[in-house]
């Protein structure tokens, strides 16, 4: 190593990468790894991370032994380091035992800079002793969050990995990753064995990238992303569905306004490359996928990502934006979701983190003595997919024992208690989630702040949060008169004290509950996005158990201001009707409004006092709602609030227009609920 000096690492830099500097903290990685120290390095998709690795290893010269996860990565990297003029070859399931046996050769022979395997080649018997005989110079662990219990991408192959590197050392370990929070980075560095790594968690802000979040019924999705996409500076994108047979659906469709490929893990090794090498050459402007694609995918210009319902954990979704605006132009992402994708997020839970009453039963069927799979499946009363899911988390849990000849023995006894923790740990990850959709404060800085880096969570200005008048997706509009004496009294509330929980606020400002906490929750988003307000998470343990809640706190800026008289409050409303897929039905609703009077706001502004024949019918509105709200599988407040029904009841509106004139019946509620709401307050005249 005495040749590899800081001093040489820019001169191979220019000379075998082309590139005349090196990007931000590349340098100081490159550096730590031809010193021989284990390292980690946590940095976004797009800021280098490959080339952190791949100098050392040409600095440090014999083999880099490279393990990637996916085979569409190593083919792209292999390529790449190949028309560099570098020697770099691999072994994964899609080469036929003749070239992966030539590959062993070439490495034993010297003859190899770069060696890429997938982490389940090491269980294949005398693989990993083979490369003993020969040990690589650096370790490279790509993709390394996969190792870690608490990593979106988990693989239990990847887990396995610590027990093989041993024999391989003293060669440092460079793992790299784009998404670890700080649990997946002590997971990583405590299962690879790493020896007193230093750590380079860097770059998570991106500047460029507008990230937009939208409440969007799922038929209407199809309609917003052709109607995004149609624009061809929106273009090139990828289009994220939660299913096969989603991102078929939606493929077809946006094929009417631009070249379009559904990629997922049904198709074929063959389709799936074809439709890669199409996107990333031009030939298709947008990919319709599964989570799988883009990993090894390295397009600058993709301008547009956008997520067809919600991602399972912050760590994926960031992942995936991460993809677009590489190079380093303006870039927008954007994020549908309803209460449907709960529903949906909820199932795919469940089908991953299965009953323990099915490990227990698989665990019961297990000796110490080698059988095949086949057997054991038979002796469980299971399907075939649920025997396939408990015996593959009693083996990560080390629970079983299953060998590369597909045999399996029985494990410890301790799985069970870790198998609860990471499926609460799974549940609390779409939490995080769901927080991230219903957050008042800048989308970026959350996501910086997830990763742990809170020195570079500043607002960005770009996201929907920080700049509602550049939303594309999503409508404002500005606050009623009502909006803004609530506005006013949170001000008012929050002026002598440091901060208020948002729950305690809503109560102190709306003692009587005229307007709901979603309402509220408005108003106080409001206040957020005009720079008055701030809004972070906190928590607090009270009997053993973690509770989190809201503080809301004046900004300097909310404390010099005394009257909202001229300050512009705008507040989330639907979406745009170009994108909503029913903007016949909007416009007519719209053309209803022109020259109503105003809201009815009595309801907020004083308490409500009902007639006894409005009453009744508040009663029947009541029964409506929960049934509607039953047959929709949603709370009640989602078809309508309390507020709004006492309001109906007491204007007792006789068409449309008039129904649009009553506080919390926007065009969307008419559209979907008016006919039966009229019906019921004609019945009730």
Known sequence: ???????????ILQATFGFERFR???EAVCRTAIEGRDLLLVMPTGSGKSLCYQLPAVALGGTALVVSPLIALME??????????LRAERIHSGLDRGASRQVCVDYLAGKLQFLFIAPERLRVPGFGAMLARRRPALIAVDEAHCISQWGHDFRPDYRMLGQYLPALRPAPVVALTATATPAVQEDIVMQLGMVNPKRFIHGFRRENLAVEVVDLPVPQRGTAVCGLLKEKARRPAIVYASSRKLAEQLAEEITAVARTAAYHAGLDTETRERVQTAFQTGKLE????????GMGVDKADIRTVIHVGLPSTLEGYYQEIGRAGRDGKPSRTFLMHSYADRRTQDFFLNRD???????????RALTDDLQAVEDL??????????????????????????????????GGPGWKKTYAVQAQHRAEQLSKVLRFTEATDCRMAALVRHFGDVEDAQPCGVCDVCNPAGAVLKLFRRATTVERKMAQAILEALRPVEYKAAGTLHKTVDPAGHMSRDEFESVLDALMRSGLVQVEDAEYEKDGEVRRFRKVRLTAAGLGTRTLTHVDLLLADGVVEEFSGKAEATNSVRKMRKGQTGRVEKALSDPVRLSTADEALAGRLREWRAAEAKRRRVPAYVVMHDRTLYAVAQARPQNPRQLLEVDGMGTAKVEKFGKAILELCEKCD
């Open 1 to 11: 190593m005495s040749v590899c000096t800081a001093q040489n690492l820019p001169a």
């Open 24 to 26: 931000a903290n590349q």
């Open 76 to 85: 792209d990297q292999v390529a790449k380091l190949a028309g560099l003029g």
């Open 286 to 293: 947008v990919v319709v996928a599964t989570i799988a694609f």
């Open 353 to 363: 983190y299965p009953p323990v009453a099915h490990l227990e039963q698989v665990y």
């Open 377 to 410: 499946r038979g002796a469980c009363e299971l399907s075939d997919e649920e025997f396939d899911k408990a015996l593959e988390k009693l083996e990560i849990h080390g629970g079983a024992r299953v060998d590369y000849g597909g045999h399996v023995t029985a």
